[in-house]
């Protein structure tokens, strides 16, 4: 498991928490937070702490996502987000929509890159791929309207950087194009998407016209 701590004072003060979940992965850890899902658990009846935190992280044969309902003081139990029968061991950063809906995205499921989603406070997690997106070399990044429209940002396997929209949960993708056309990009790494408006999102990416 990993050491973390948490503030609630803006940074003044940082107080120790259990970790993160049991069993965790590893490596690739990291921590999201946002609102409850309505179709789950929600927040503790002795916390008023009102966000789930998640701890999500990998150890190769899977991946593991533990849900705070407490702010960050404990978690319950590493549930497995998927295996290597359905996707490759790593994964991006953990993020939380309005509506409670958790998304981590992977680099690799059979043929595509995908989203993996949960719509129960992290009880239970669905692979959604992204059609077209092929595997590549980083791991891809999730930007979250205010509606709770999902931006998808990735590297695929030709290099160049690319983005897709679901505006459904993730059950299915659109609009998927290739971005940094205008500048000639031929090879790209490390995509950070995030998003405000829910019309409105933004990518950012190491990037070349250089090939090869």
Not at 34 to 57: R, W
Not at 139 to 152: C, E, H, I, Q, R
Request: charged share 15%.
């Amino acid at each position: 498991d990993s050491a973390t701590c948490y503030t609630d004072d803006d940074g003044k003060t940082w107080s120790p928490s259990t970790g993160g979940g049991i069993p965790s992965g590893v490596d690739h850890q990291t921590v999201g937070g946002g609102a409850f899902s309505a179709n789950g658990v929600g927040a503790l009846p002795t916390s008023t702490y009102k966000n789930a935190v998640y701890y999500c992280s990998q150890d190769i044969a899977t991946a593991f996502c533990a849900v705070s309902r407490d702010g960050g003081t404990t978690f319950g139990a590493g549930v497995p987000t998927y295996s290597l029968l359905d996707c490759g061991g790593l994964h991006g950063h953990v993020k939380v929509a309005p509506d409670g809906t958790a998304y981590l995205p992977n680099k690799g499921c059979g043929a595509d890159q995908a989203a993996v989603v949960s719509k129960d406070n992290g009880t239970s997690w669905t692979v959604s791929k992204v059609p077209g997106a092929t595997p590549g070399d980083s791991d891809p990044s999730v930007g979250l309207g205010a509606n709770g429209t999902v931006y998808f940002g990735y590297v695929g396997a030709d290099g160049k950087p690319g983005v897709a929209v679901s505006r459904d949960q993730g059950r299915t993708w659109t609009d998927r194009q290739t971005v940094g056309t205008k500048y000639g990009i031929q090879n790209a790494v490390f995509p950070t998407v995030v998003a405000g408006d829910d019309d409105r999102a933004s990518i950012a990416y190491l990037g070349t016209p250089t090939g090869g």
